[in-house]
């Protein structure tokens, strides 16, 4: 049984998982005239720009058979919010899977301001598996409702609580220097310290990895810094893990594409930040 709680008692981690879950967002993609959640997604401004940092796989269908693909809306009675108009960025990288979405003015002022964009000093650009307390927060299918009749969607975000996975990965699965890998059994602990059943992360996919502090009993959340280390993307469930993309190769898709923002990336990236 792990000690992973996919929805923590500690008072930080609730603090922590309500800011962070205002930069969290789902997406829809619309088939035969219903919504069918199709993964999760990171809001970050890098000057004027806005984005959504997500995982590649999930966008490949839409992209390749133009299947139109929306987020939800800030007021929960209102239709989803189209992104059709967004300038997708994929990377072409086989062993990372990340992708930027840019974001049009519409869509931005539909999202603010009660969702949060993150900056580039949320993030941290070391590829390093550091141990800690981290949060997997994304939107599960198992917690996403369609109302088909009124296309109003109910989503609820997962907030997962694990550390590093220290097993064996599979084979050819795992290169350090692109991913990191987490704990993620269905079999956990509830915020009572019961047995309970976390829900299948499908749906989650392209969602925010975080760490919340570098302690792994989370006793010190916060007196440390919160920050987002990578982009999950996948889930290997016959041994409890999932993995990511670390959270620079996205910035590095962002840096190669959009030329004008890279003073603004110097300027607020660590020193020596290089892709």
């Keep these: 049984m792990s000690e992973q709680e996919p929805n923590s008692s500690k008072p930080e981690i609730e603090e922590w998982r309500k800011k962070l879950s205002l930069a969290t967002i789902p997406f829809y993609g619309l088939q035969d005239k219903q919504f069918k959640p199709n993964g999760s997604g990171v809001l970050l401004q890098i000057a004027d720009t806005h984005f959504v940092l997500t995982a590649a796989h ?3 269908g839409p992209l ?5 693909y929306y987020t939800a809306p800030v007021d929960l009675l209102a239709p989803p919010i189209s992104l059709h108009d967004a300038i997708v960025t994929v990377s072409r990288n086989e062993v990372l899977d990340v992708a930027v979405l840019e974001l049009a003015a519409e869509v931005v002022e539909q999202l603010l301001p009660v969702r949060n964009f993150l900056r580039l000093k949320d993030i941290d650009t070391r590829p390093a598996p550091i ?9 599960p299918c198992a917690y996403t409702h369609t109302n088909e009749q009124t296309r109003i969607i109910q989503a609820e975000p997962l907030p997962f609580v694990t550390g590093i996975f220290t097993g064996e990965p599979l084979p050819g699965s795992y290169d350090p220097q692109a991913h990191i890998l987490l704990e993620y059994s269905r079999e956990c602990l509830d915020h009572h310290g019961k047995p309970s059943e976390s829900p299948h992360p499908e749906g989650m996919s392209g969602c925010g990895i975080w760490r919340l502090a570098e302690d792994a009993k989370g006793d010190d959340i916060h007196s440390q810094k919160k920050c987002l280390v990578a982009i999950q993307h996948r889930y290997f469930g016959k041994r409890d893990y999932i993995k990511g993309t670390w959270a620079v190769h996205a910035l590095c898709l962002i840096a190669e594409q959009y030329e004008e923002l890279r003073p603004a990336m110097s300027i ?8």
């Design 58 to 60: 999930h966008l490949e």
């Design 64 to 68: 390749r058979h133009q299947i139109p």
């Design 131 to 139: 141990p800690g307390t981290y949060l997997v927060m994304g939107f």
């Design 268 to 275: 607020q990236l660590p020193k020596g930040f290089t892709c």
